[in-house]
């Protein structure tokens, strides 16, 4: 037996001998073909090694970052000594060990604590309803004999959200002088859901350790950016010309990141949304159907859904009849007047819609109900979210944006690199208010959002049809986006003034529209508008017995649009906060506060909140106030003027749309969307000009290079920080709760 296992152990230990030594041998043969294609290969293979190397140090920041820097509340928390005071607590206690604050009773106040005061952890029950409780905080310690409050020349301790359902904002940070004596809680206030239930009210309490995925992505993706845009960076090597293929592999890369990252802050919005599964919005859903649909921002909000409706039943006014009040007003335009008729007779008025000859329209562009409402009420019975024809919209926007710039760069110019195309792409999507548009997709912002996708467009298959031999059908595709943008948001017309620096000199310097095949040519440019009017004037004619009048006159809004002319006085105002307003902060996340308002004109005017002026707050416009010099060289080195009419057309009818808007309208965030985009692709077209003039290996061309970076990076922060601004109707209102959690994201030290 001992022989036969001596045998056998043997035997197995040939075995492995014989495995180690034929794995050996394959690993040498291995290791021989890798030197061989390293030596065969060595830049390429050190160049891919130093990239992984990078990346690799770059993965390792951004983790260190978060298990430290953002986890500081963690480690410095780590030797507190923890003090409950469960005790202390007056509030009614439940069978579940836990504490009931209500209304009548929501006040902690303990004296002679005589202890150090670090933290405060108020543990809420996460089984009660998801809300955020504004918490007061006071107390005196060995430099405070009271409490202290603000003062015409000192701030008091202010107040400190926490959600129920966030225990992170649970932890309250306090800086106290020596020992605490008093200290006084007040739970909640007027508009607190009570009751509340709290577990455990502790100081000095240990932070446990969270590792949050999304900063951690955040963090990796910012840094990642920082690396691929760093002066020295490859894709600064790589020409948009020279290296197609390259080139627009990053190109599609950039841009499928963008609509994610946009698809992910509008979709985050989900009260506005309309659309619920059972993990998404699954409160608004059926229990049955894979998909339910269901109304989002309120009766108002519904406008584009019932024109839909409406036109069913082949009509273009709305189903809903006018109180017999307001048809016998004398003027129902006057808002005062309407105010007190609803208030005498209790019947309500809908708001922001056409009203004419006794009936309620809708004076919005037709173009969305067309293209999304109607089709899709036929098909399910349902009303269209319109939060996803905004997404849409957004998408097609960013792909257009895209190919447009990439037509230029390509064919106007000779060494646009990639990296300096990125540069400029991604400030000319998210700066020029997509993301404002995004951060409220209302039927507001379905027709500016929609314009702008069609005028991008539009100018590109003008573009392709400049380089084309069959220019004809590109002509009709790109005049059929630029003419329909009337049926959107008519004051995008103005884009289609680009047509004559574009087309001028082929159709009348070089007279080719004399030729049969431009007379093609040039009808293909000219019958999409013909045909597209012809079917607009029908439709207002049909509404308003004029084929001009697009109703926007009749609107029941804050103020008598019918009386509303053009008022010279109104431009001043509209100039400073559209252009040259400085933006409003404070010390609280997002840092951006609305822009006051404060004129000296003497009259009535339409103001919502905005944020500052274009010039002041996207400092990559900057670049505008050296147009001059650029355009000049532009001029002495090529014989044509395509880009620099391009460029001077571009800024004229940016303040013509701007001071437009002001006049018909008012001044309105969402109306930035109007007029940013076109200075955004003059400044993109003066720094391709500027990439020409410059030497590439000189000083200048590299203080350029960096200035450039550090003015992209300003102007980009501030169009996300902006988007992060709670304001009424979006999710900081709507749930609180979930803009709590992005808040203890970023307002880490808190």
């Not at 043969?29 to 992984?52: F, I, R, S, W």
């Not at 005498?344 to 409402?373: N, R």
């Amino acid at each position: 037996m001992y022989d036969s296992m001596k045998h056998r152990l043997i035997q197995w230990g040939g075995v492995l001998l014989f495995a180690s030594v034929s794995q050996a041998l394959l690993l040498q043969l291995v290791l021989m073909d890798v030197k061989y294609h390293m030596n065969k290969h060595q830049e390429t293979l050190g160049k891919a090694a130093k990239l992984v190397r990078n990346l690799l140090i770059i993965l390792v920041v951004a983790f260190f970052l978060e298990i430290s820097l953002f986890n500081a509340n963690h480690w410095r928390s780590a030797g507190y000594e923890t003090f409950s005071l469960d005790d202390e607590l007056s509030f009614t206690e439940t069978k579940g060990e836990s504490y009931r604050i209500t209304a009548g009773n929501h006040v902690f106040e303990i004296h002679d604590l005589n202890k150090e005061v670090k933290n405060i952890h108020i543990e809420f029950d996460q089984a009660q309803p998801a809300q955020v409780v504004p918490i007061q905080i006071n107390f005196t310690d060995s430099a405070h004999q009271s409490y202290f409050y603000d003062t015409d020349f000192t701030a008091g301790i202010p107040l400190v959200d926490v959600a129920t359902n966030n225990w992170q904002s649970q932890y309250v940070y306090l800086e106290t002088t020596g020992y605490v004596d008093d200290l006084r809680i007040d739970f909640g206030d007027d508009e607190t859901l009570y009751p509340l239930v709290l577990k455990s009210l502790t100081i000095n309490a240990p932070e446990p350790f969270f590792f949050n995925n999304l900063r951690f992505l955040v963090v990796l993706g910012i840094l990642l950016l920082i690396y691929c845009f760093r002066p020295k960076s490859a894709i600064y090597r790589i020409f948009i010309v020279k290296h197609q293929r390259k080139a627009k592999a990053g190109i599609i890369a950039t841009m499928v990141v963008e609509i994610m990252l946009v698809s992910s802050f509008l979709l985050m919005g989900s009260n506005l949304v309309g659309v619920a599964t059972a993990n998404y919005n699954a409160g608004s859903w059926d229990g049955k159907s894979p998909v339910t649909f269901f109304e989002a921002g309120g009766d108002n909000a519904q406008q584009y859904a019932e024109l839909a409706k409406a036109m069913t039943r082949g009509e273009l006014y709305l189903e809903e009849e006018p109180p017999e009040w307001l048809v016998e007003m004398d003027n129902p335009y006057d808002k005062s007047a309407r105010d007190e008729f609803q208030k005498a007779t209790g019947e309500e008025v809908l708001f922001d819609v056409a009203y004419y000859d006794g009936h309620y329209y809708v004076y919005f562009g037709v173009l969305p109900v067309l293209v999304f409402y109607l089709p899709f009420y036929l098909i399910t019975g349902a009303n269209f979210p319109t939060a996803i024809g905004v997404l849409i919209c957004c998408i097609l926007f960013i792909a257009g944006c895209t190919a447009l710039l990439h037509r230029f760069a390509r064919f106007h110019f000779k060494r646009v690199s990639l990296g300096l195309f990125l540069l400029l792409q991604i400030p000319l999507v998210f700066c020029s208010g997509m993301l404002y548009l995004a951060k409220f997709p209302t039927f507001y912002s379905l027709p500016i959002i929609m314009a702008l996708a069609l005028v991008v467009w539009g100018l590109y298959f003008w573009m392709r049809g400049r380089t084309s031999e069959r220019a004809g059908k590109w002509y009709l595709a790109g005049s059929l986006c630029m003419a329909l943008v009337v049926a959107c948001r008519p004051q995008f017309l103005v884009f289609s003034l680009l047509a004559f620096p574009l087309f001028w000199r082929k159709f009348i310097t070089t007279r080719y529209i004399t030729t049969r095949k431009g007379i093609r040519e040039f009808a293909c440019l000219v019958a999409p508008y013909a045909i597209v009017a012809i079917g607009i004037m029908g439709y207002n004619y049909a509404r308003f017995g004029s084929p001009t009048n697009f109703g926007a006159n009749y609107n029941l809004t804050l103020n008598d649009m019918t009386q509303r002319g053009t008022v010279f006085g109104r431009f001043f105002p509209a100039l400073f906060a559209y252009f040259l307003q400085t933006p409003s902060t404070d010390g609280v996340f997002p840092w951006l506060l609305p822009a006051p308002f404060a004129t000296t004109y003497v009259g009535q005017t339409v103001k919502e909140v905005t944020f500052g002026g274009i010039f002041l707050c996207l400092p990559i416009l900057w670049v505008l106030f050296f147009a001059k010099r650029l355009l000049s060289f532009r001029v002495q080195q090529r014989s044509t003027r395509t880009v620099a009419g391009v460029i001077l057309l571009m800024i004229v009818a940016g303040f013509v749309v701007a001071l437009m808007d002001a006049q018909m309208a008012g001044i309105l965030q969402r109306y930035y969307a109007d007029f940013s985009f076109l200075f955004l692709a003059a400044v993109v077209l003066l720094c391709f000009i500027a990439n020409e003039a410059i030497d590439q290996h000189s000083a200048m061309y590299k203080v350029c290079q960096h200035v450039l970076m550090v003015l992209v990076a300003i102007s980009l922060a501030y169009s996300a920080l902006m988007c992060f601004v709670p304001e009424t109707g979006w999710l900081s209102e709507v749930y609180p709760w979930a803009y709590q959690n992005i808040v203890e994201m970023v307002v880490f030290w808190a």
